[in-house]
């Protein structure tokens, strides 16, 4: 990134770095409006540490008498797994001035300042804001069609203000009955489509919990509308709703007006709870498990320790949630209505990977953005509430790490898919031979992802970084209130603009399969080029990346030259040809060459 967009703060010299690592490191300290700059005096090549700003969660005064008497000691705890500290002389260097500095545009929201996003305007030879058009991509899933359309009955955002403008309803719905739904949903998120299987029809709707209090109250006209989308799916007479909670919590919550269906009152509904915990035990989890990476790693308990942070249970329960919405609509070929609480959170997860399990466009680089920005931040995922852009108040009970989970599941459902080692993923097709309605293959692709690891480490860092506007605040109506896509970048500006260091080079786009990730603690992995990646002793010698960029330049230099062979055996064959007539006997076979 360009520091000429930066404005520089403070400069602080004969700053010690405490490297957990390699020991203490004398440098200058430097602060911008964007980020934190260490560089060292000593070393060559010289050590360097940046920290965006915006990943800085809260900073706290700690004790570093090691380091001499007159010293003050400075710990920046940040939200990507790492907490430098740092160690200087009180009398070179006021201990008020650093932390106000740093305080200052850490937090800029808590300071009456913009956020960096607003400041940034690097010009991009891509407009990351183009990427996703709503209209585009449900005309890409095949509507409107009969039984669904394209409402504009949310564009100015009255109906729910946390919900995008377009939305798509059942076609027979009337508004007298819609408004009705819309007082029985909790913050009036409606049972809208997602997602529309492009031969059975099947859907996956979103919404939230039912209004339903604790006399069980019911809607006749909620009742009518659930009906109304498993009548739009004509291979099957049944409904499965997947409520996330756990259901005691569900029961809990009738006590404060929310609750869920019941059987009784929605005849053709299957209710299934899928017994994820709230945010505040994700919030939890992750805690637990920065201690067990961050700043050593105890060898010895290394696997008992990561357990015990229970996060890879958690990650394996939210797979195991969306293989099972997924195999219900592609096996079992019926519609499914996925809610949690108020339908932004584990909502928006149980969505977004079954959908990426089932429609291998969202595998695509184009595709994952076009998720992102549909699910995530269309549908009003809170990222200001979940993350705490620019935000002093880090103790918020609403924070929690709930897109990290997300990436994290794709990253597992990427490794299982490019590990040659094991039959780990199935893929399931049902257009690979006409005649055939599925056909089950073992593990034979190389990868089924366009994109690689960095792309979802690149959207993680982003996530916190407030460079990009992509991100920012709770939903769709307070970004056009803030202007955010006229006045800031888009994220995929920057990664549209050097696709090569995103791309997987083994991708191969095998059109219509299903992924079906194994949910199973055997086969799930802590991401330790994710969350121990400031660890040196736990890096690779030579960068992933770097290794997949080279094997992008191979393959390009390789299909350039299978492109040149094609061209050489159709002129041979053009030349042949004439030289023999149109004789019936010699007919030339193209050649098909794939690499």
């Known amino acids: 990134m360009s520091m000429l967009m930066e404005s520089f703060c403070f400069v602080a010299k004969d700053v010690m770095y405490i490297c957990p690592f390699t020991g203490a490191v004398s440098g200058t300290l430097t602060v911008t ?24 969660s809260r900073l706290e005064t700690i004790g570093v008498q090691s380091h001499g008497e007159n010293s003050c000691g400075m710990e920046i ?88 403008a377009l939305l798509v309803i059942p076609t027979s719905i009337m508004d007298e009955d819609l408004r009705r739904v819309v007082a029985f949903r909790a913050k009036h998120r409606i049972p809208v489509l997602s997602w529309i299987h492009p031969e059975s029809q099947a859907t996956i709707v979103r919404c939230s919990q039912p209004m339903v209090g604790p006399n069980d109250k019911r809607s006749k006209e909620d009742e009518k509308y659930l009906q109304t989308i498993m009548d739009a799916n004509a291979q099957s007479h049944k409904l499965t709703i997947f409520d996330a909670r756990q259901s005691g919590v569900a029961e809990t919550n009738k006590a404060k007006d929310g609750g869920y269906e019941s059987e009784s009152f929605y005849p053709n509904a299957e209710l299934t709870f899928l017994e994820i915990p709230n945010i505040h035990v994700m919030r939890e989890s992750l805690r637990k498990l920065k201690e067990v990476v961050y700043p050593v790693i105890d060898e010895a308990k290394w696997l008992s320790n990561v357990d015990s942070t229970h996060w890879l249970e958690y990650i394996r329960l939210l797979l195991a949630g969306a293989v099972r919405v997924a195999d219900k609509i592609e096996s079992g070929k019926t519609s499914v209505v996925v809610h949690c609480s ?47 852009h620019g935000d002093v108040n880090h103790a918020n009970s609403e924070r929690s790490p709930l897109f990290v989970q997300f990436i994290d599941c794709v990253w597992q459902m990427m490794r299982q898919a490019s590990d040659h080692s094991y039959s780990r993923l199935s893929f399931l097709t049902s257009k690979c031979v006409p005649q055939m309605t599925r056909f089950l293959f073992p593990f034979q692709f190389p990868a089924a992802f366009e994109f690689n690891e960095l792309f979802l480490i690149t959207i993680l860092d982003h996530l916190y970084s407030c460079l990009f506007g992509t991100f920012l605040y709770n939903s769709e109506q307070e970004r056009v209130h803030q202007e955010v896509q006229t006045k800031t970048v888009s994220l995929w500006s920057y990664v549209n603009s050097q696709l090569e260091e995103f791309t997987n080079p083994f991708y191969v786009n095998y059109e219509n399969h299903v992924l079906y990730p194994v949910a199973s603690l055997r086969h799930l992995e802590l991401w330790v080029n994710y969350y121990v990646r400031w660890n040196p002793r736990m890096r690779p010698q030579m960068p992933v990346h770097q290794n997949l960029k080279e094997l992008m330049a191979i393959r390009y230099e390789l299909q350039r030259k299978v492109e040149e062979l094609q061209r050489e055996a159709a002129t041979r064959s053009i030349s042949s ?19």
């Open 33 to 56: 409006d964007y980020k934190l700059y260490f560089k060292s005096m000593e070393r060559e090549p010289p050590f360097i540490l940046d920290v965006n700003l915006g990943v800085i």
């Open 77 to 164: 705890v940040c939200k990507d797994m790492r907490n430098p500290r740092f160690a200087y002389k009180k009398e070179e260097q006021s201990k008020l001035e650093i932390f106000e500095t740093l305080t200052k545009h850490a937090f800029p929201l808590s300071n009456d300042l913009p956020l960096f996003a607003f400041l940034y305007k690097e010009k991009f030879p891509v407009d990351g804001w183009k990427v996703y058009d709503p209209v585009a991509e449900y005309k890409r899933q095949g509507l409107p069609n009969e039984s669904w359309t394209i409402s504009k009955i949310n564009s100015n955002y009255e109906v729910c203000d946390t919900y995008p």
């Open 342 to 388: 108020d339908g932004w959170d584990r909502t928006a997860q149980l969505t977004s990977l079954p959908m990426l399990m089932l429609d291998s466009y969202y595998r695509t680089i184009k595709g994952f953005q076009v998720l992102i920005e549909k699910e995530w931040v269309s549908f009003g995922h809170r990222f200001a509430a979940r993350i705490g």
């Open 577 to 595: 040809a004439s030289d023999r007539g149109s004789s019936p006997s010699h007919s030339s076979t193209p050649l098909h060459t794939t690499v």
